[in-house]
């Protein structure tokens, strides 16, 4: 066995715990006395700690180290949460997520040592009188003191399920090599917590935290049935060291999803063997209450974690029901070649209704065949039946497939509060992020893509949007500014509005800069109203602030938002008043895959068009077609609306009699509208779309393919690229 | 890529031999994922001329090259013998290559082929990376990734 196969684990744990202290922290800045947040941010850090000393990466286990020093101290109340405090914190959790990034890349946690941010941790520790190496020191002072009497029963306390190992040749010649050596004999026995979904990984785990000290010499079961998860919550070994009991308790401890470890010298047969062991034994029996000694002495020690592990699986079964299917942190970096495969965790129960929605779509298929064997003349409505059953077995199926590529948003939003609070320390501007509907679900492509515009916006609205609090107190405003990120569902869309009480988008300044770059001529920067002034921003290279900062106004930004957005098949809208602030309304599709479209037909061949896109299907006399700027339009009821010839457009004839009635798919964009004319409808069919691969994508306006129920191909409109 | 050529010099590879005209040529067997019988081309508005659309490949959708339209010759006559070659290499994307026919497989060794230099690379060989001796005719061996590149 080799630790890599673990990396997976690895890498989500770490993820989720990085973005736990993240938060953890955000909070602690807010509340700096919390003791919740504080043992919260003490746990994640340990764990992290362990885990990356476990998986071998020292340099990531040397800097979790350092930081859990100052939590400690923290929790301990020897050290007080201060600014400057929290800033390094936050630059060490940077530098730990970069271990983690490049692990995820490379599996090695390359050689960056982070010694500068080592040095500030263990500067807070230094300042503050208390090191954590005299607190240990102190801590063994009393333990021992202890000790003498706590001896016996200690040793009676000891002796557990390793007693009834039951040892071969092998081992009982290991366990008297052993103590010919002079190595302490331990006994343990290790609980997994019941949540645990890798049993073998994490007794491999405890079998290589083990190791780092002693010799495991025999384990109950055995280790081929451990490896095999052959065993229930618990498992017990026997282990020689030369160094502590202590030591591997902590290590065994610093495995997650270890619920609890209990261990005392070894006894047994071997004890009766060598004699010559009892003062060894006794004064290990000492360091076991000496652990003890430090429990019961630091009421805020050792003792709670383990309450607090117990804790845990509630907790985290909770989130994990909330998060549902979510891998903990969608990997932002598809780019290079990383290290583990992309995954989405499923629940085991929309696993189980894909089960039946397959077993019912063999039984659907089963009646087809046997319809269809039997009797010809009467089969006319038995097959109806059995397709109208099949179309609903088919439905179902696919929504529970959708259901299963769902994750919610929070796996990219939740990085946001950070985010604002550094821009906010950067630029000197106090703000504020209120997130709602982190729990919306949205098609784990779009969710992946959708974190880099979010955070355009959302940088934008910080440094651009709200202004210096001198401004708003001016203005009459709270000298805080607020940013809103809300999400919800609306129908078949999802809706991500991205708000900020600043001071809006100036229209005058939008237009001057437009005339001034000559996108516009004077005339017509002011003829044009102001929402299309405002899509000018979404324009490559038009940037507005006077100043490029670091953060925005370098004019990438909007325009890639825009396209990333509409890559996705979504769109953007601003709406803006000047001096309240601004909204950004970003509106996606639940999913990517499959969608309703209405089947034209143009010049003999077939189209699909979204159904999304389409207002209403008109009959129009080509006497009604009117001819505005070299342009054909349609007065419908009183909106006048351009016409597009499909047949021109996809560079085809049509078919239809240039006398009849045309057929005229209004599609909608916006509030633009545009009549498509097409020669037939076939009617509303559900589509899978399909990419039509890198070759043939240069034509804008169609967005895919795909495969008709005959097995033939038919291209998808895109009608938004089209008006 | 041309230089595979020169690397060994007992080397045996196996091409495919196809006709385009009256002209036979060859592609290299490793990038051939499939042939297919000529089947309904979905046409796509918009795209170079040697782009015939796309088809339905088991349910993937592939675009469909003309191997005559893109060295220059008149269009393509569909007949009963038209097969679509699907193309899978590393570095592009799954194509369908559409020929006239195809004839048969031949084992070349490197001793059957002369490589051709770039001098001489010009309208219907500009995209051969050496010709073929197989018993009496000369096959045209194509270098895929000059076909493919740039599309």
């Not at chain 1, 673990?6 to 807010?30: A, C, G, M, W």
């Not at chain 1, 102001?530 to 900062?549: C, G, H, R, W, Y």
């Not at chain 1, 825009?562 to 950004?584: P, Q």
Request: hydrophobic share 40%.
């Amino acid at each position: 066995m080799d630790v890599s196969q673990y990396l997976d684990i690895f890498l989500d744990e770490s993820k989720e715990h990085l973005q736990n202290l993240n938060t953890s922290v955000l909070n602690l800045e807010q509340d700096p006395e919390n003791p919740d947040t504080i043992s919260e941010i003490f746990r994640a850090a340990h764990t992290l700690k362990g885990m990356a000393g476990t998986m071998g990466y020292k340099r990531m286990q040397t800097l979790t180290h350092d930081m859990e020093n100052v939590f400690s101290e923290v929790r301990e109340g020897k050290l007080k949460v201060n600014a400057a405090m929290v800033d390094v914190l936050f630059r060490c959790l940077d530098a730990i997520e970069e271990y983690v990034t490049t692990i995820q890349e490379t599996s090695d946690e390359g050689d960056n040592d982070n010694e500068p941010i080592i040095k500030e941790l263990n500067a807070i520790l230094e300042n503050k009188g208390a090191a954590p190496a005299a607190e240990e020191s102190a801590g063994k002072e009393t333990a021992s003191a202890a000790s003498g009497a706590a001896a016996d029963q200690g040793a009676s306390a000891a002796g557990g399920a390793w007693d009834s190992i039951e040892l071969n040749e092998e081992e009982q010649k290991a366990l008297e090599d052993a103590m010919m050596a002079n190595k302490k004999l331990f006994g343990l026995t290790v609980y997994v917590q019941e949540n645990c979904l890798l049993k073998a990984a994490r007794a491999f785990l405890v079998f290589k935290a083990i190791e780092e000290s002693g010799e495991i010499i025999a384990t109950s079961p055995s280790t081929q049935d451990i490896e095999d998860e052959k065993f229930e919550l618990e498992f017990s070994l026997i282990v020689s060291t030369e160094g502590e009991l202590d030591t591997i308790l902590e290590a065994v401890k610093s495995v997650s999803e270890i619920a609890d470890v209990k261990g005392a010298p070894f006894t047994g047969e071997a004890a009766s063997a060598a004699a010559a062991e009892a003062p060894q034994e006794k004064a290990g029996a000492a360091e076991t209450e000496k652990a003890a000694a430090k429990k019961t002495a630091d009421t805020t020690a050792v003792a709670p974690v383990k309450q607090e592990v117990a804790k845990r699986p509630e907790k985290k079964a909770d989130k994990r029901q909330q998060e549902k299917a979510v891998p903990a942190k969608a990997d932002k970096k598809p780019a290079g070649k990383p290290a583990v495969n992309r995954t989405v965790r499923v629940d085991i129960e929309k696993l189980d209704s894909l089960m039946n929605l397959v077993s019912e779509l063999i039984i659907a298929k089963n009646s087809l065949v046997s319809t269809a064997t039997s009797n010809a003349a009467t089969t006319g409505s038995g097959l109806n039946e059995q397709i109208e059953y099949l179309e609903s077995v088919t439905t179902n199926l696919h929504e529970s497939v959708m259901k299963v590529r769902m994750v919610p948003i929070e796996s990219v939003v939740s990085k946001f509060p950070r985010m604002i609070r550094d821009i906010s320390k950067q630029l000197n501007k106090p703000m504020e992020l209120h997130m709602t509907g982190e729990e919306t679900e949205l098609d784990r492509t779009v969710v992946d893509e959708i974190g880099d515009p979010l955070m355009h916006m959302l940088r934008n609205s910080a440094d651009h949007g709200l202004e210096m609090p001198e401004e708003r107190i001016a203005r009459g405003k709270p000298e805080t500014g607020s940013i809103f990120l809300d999400a919800y569902q609306d129908g078949n869309n999802v809706v991500i509005e991205v708000r900020d009480d600043g001071n809006g988008i100036d229209t005058e300044a939008v237009r001057r800069k437009a005339i001034e770059r000559g996108v516009m001529t004077e005339e017509q920067a002011y003829a044009a109203d102001d929402s299309e002034i405002i899509n000018l921003l979404f324009m490559p290279s038009f940037s507005t602030a006077k100043q490029v900062s670091d953060l925005s106004g370098r004019g990438v930004g909007l325009d890639v938002v825009k396209s990333k957005i509409e890559a996705l098949s979504g769109e953007v809208d601003v709406k803006t008043k000047l001096g309240e602030g601004t909204t950004f309304t970003i509106r996606l599709p639940l999913t990517l895959a499959i969608i309703q479209a209405l089947m034209v037909v143009v010049g003999g061949e077939k189209y699909a068009i979204a159904l999304s896109g389409i207002q209403t299907i008109e009959n129009v006399n080509p006497k009604d077609v009117k001819t505005v700027e070299s342009k054909e339009v349609i007065n419908l009821r009183g909106t006048v609306i351009p016409l597009l010839r499909m047949d021109y457009i996809l560079e085809t004839e049509s078919k239809r009699n240039p006398g009849d009635d045309m057929v005229v798919v209004i599609a909608k964009k916006g509030d633009k509208l545009a009549g498509l004319v097409v020669d037939e409808l076939i009617g509303q069919q559900e589509i899978v779309i399909k990419s039509m691969g890198k070759y043939i994508n240069k034509c804008k306006f169609i967005s895919g393919a795909t495969i008709l129920g005959d097995g033939e191909v038919a291209l998808i409109i895109d009608s938004n690229a089209l008006i | 890529m041309a230089n595979e050529l020169s690397t060994n010099v007992n080397e045996i590879v196996q091409y495919i031999v196809i006709r385009i005209g009256d002209e036979q040529y060859g592609i290299d067997i490793k990038y051939i994922d499939n042939i297919v019988r000529m089947q309904q081309i979905t046409r796509v508005p918009q795209v170079p001329g040697y782009f015939k659309g796309v088809i339905n490949l088991r349910g993937e959708v592939l675009p469909v090259l003309s191997l005559r339209v893109k060295m220059g010759l008149n269009q393509d006559e569909i007949t009963k013998d038209t097969r679509i070659i699907i193309i899978k290499m590393d570095q592009h994307e799954p194509i369908g290559v559409m020929v006239d026919s195809v004839k048969e497989v031949v084992n070349l060794s490197s001793a059957e082929i002369e490589r051709v230099g770039f001098e001489s690379r010009e309208d219907r060989g500009a995209y051969a990376m050496g010709i073929g001796k197989h018993e009496d005719g000369l096959i045209t061996l194509l270098d895929m990734d000059l076909v493919l590149q740039g599309l």
